[in-house]
């Protein structure tokens, strides 16, 4: 019984922590939610990729070529491209899922973005959680998500300009304050720097969203060649 | 049902298998691998490294204030380690040199 309550605080707490981060995925909903409005994209086909998909940024791909939508192959690669990430996310989840079960693992892992994602990761360095902490933060997330694309489709006419209140600054805001928190040390700076960089120089030179892996790799190893030295 | 409605339907129901392959085979590979002293490394550096190449490039696109805005962050990390009233800091002080300044 007891073991019950402690596992269903993980999910609470999971899904609090994540509240904050809310605001900026509710606004980046509604901003979605508004172009299907405009494109012509029906309720359903909405709600079938916010179920399914549940990953915002290849979502706005996908509604942005709704013109041209037999083109499957393209929007398709292009959709998973930006969602490569979620592959190093799911491995720098390594540790929290050490004592699942498989069957546990093939649920938590659908809901996770990149919002949980981080709140997880960097609470799991101070306190012991288990999945459920990331799985009730991405219940709050996909219920905040898709409340917000709702609302923006139904006053898709009333919202102005979301970007002049910096809603859209919020999750970035978040993302640094969290990594901040996740600073080991002056072994850290020079992989950090790294990948900061290389996403930087990799953003500017190719667009898109694959910066975010090519960063992520970079640093990565960086700091992996950096301490097998360290250890010669 | 039109062809766009089905068209429609195979992008979305590929997106979603891809997008899920996605995050649970990362998971399911590591939990293969991690053993190893350099994976486990390489696994350890991963969050920080992808938090920072997400927002580096959005920050500089934001110009000084950006800059600005990342420095009152870290000031505020570091005294309060309160997450939320960073990003209220974070995002006040963009949406006054969006609103003011531009």
């Keep these: 019984m007891a073991a019950n309550i402690y596992i269903s605080n993980d999910f609470i707490n999971g899904a609090k922590a994540n509240t904050p981060i809310g605001l900026s995925v509710f606004a980046y909903g509604a901003v979605l939610g508004m172009i ?18 549940f990953a915002g940024t290849s979502q706005f791909i996908i509604v942005d ?69 990331l799985f009730g933060g991405g219940i709050c997330l996909f219920s905040i998500w898709s ?49 900061a960089v290389v996403a930087y120089i990799a953003e500017y030179l190719l667009g898109g969203n ?17 301490e097998a030295k360290k250890n010669e | 049902m039109n062809s766009h409605e089905l068209y429609a339907l195979i992008i979305i129901f590929l997106v979603s298998i891809g997008t899920y392959g996605l995050r649970l085979s990362g998971l399911l590979l590591s939990g293969k691998i991690s053993n190893e002293g350099k994976i ?9 490294t992808l938090l920072l190449s997400f927002v580096t490039p959005v920050i500089l696109k934001e110009g000084l204030a950006g800059i600005f805005a990342i420095f009152l962050i870290a000031v505020c990390m570091y005294k309060t380690k309160n997450v939320f009233l960073s990003m209220v800091i974070g995002v006040v002080t963009i949406a006054i040199s969006r609103n003011f300044f531009n």
């Design chain 1, 36 to 53: 299907c409005a405009q494109k012509g994209v029906e309720i359903y086909q909405l709600t079938l990729m916010n179920a399914f998909i």
């Design chain 1, 147 to 195: 409340t917000g694309t709702y609302l923006g489709y139904i006053f898709a006419g009333f919202i102005s300009d979301p970007s002049k209140y910096a809603l859209d600054f919020a999750f970035i805001a978040i993302f640094t304050a969290l990594s901040f928190n996740l600073y080991q040390g002056k072994r850290n700076l020079i992989p950090w720097l790294i990948a």
């Design chain 1, 65 to 133: 070529k709704w013109n041209n939508i037999s083109e499957i192959f393209t929007i398709v690669a292009a959709a998973l491209l930006i969602n490569l990430r979620y592959f190093l996310i799911g491995a720098s989840l390594n540790s929290l899922f050490k004592k699942s079960s498989l069957r546990d693992k093939y649920i938590y892992m659908h809901l996770v973005a990149d919002e949980n994602w981080a709140v997880t990761i960097e609470r799991s360095k101070r306190e012991s959680i288990t999945p459920l902490f």
């Design chain 1, 210 to 226: 694959l910066y975010i892996v090519l960063g992520a790799i970079a640093g990565s190893l960086v700091g992996v060649i950096l």
């Design chain 2, 40 to 48: 486990r490394i390489f696994l350890d550096y991963l969050p920080p």
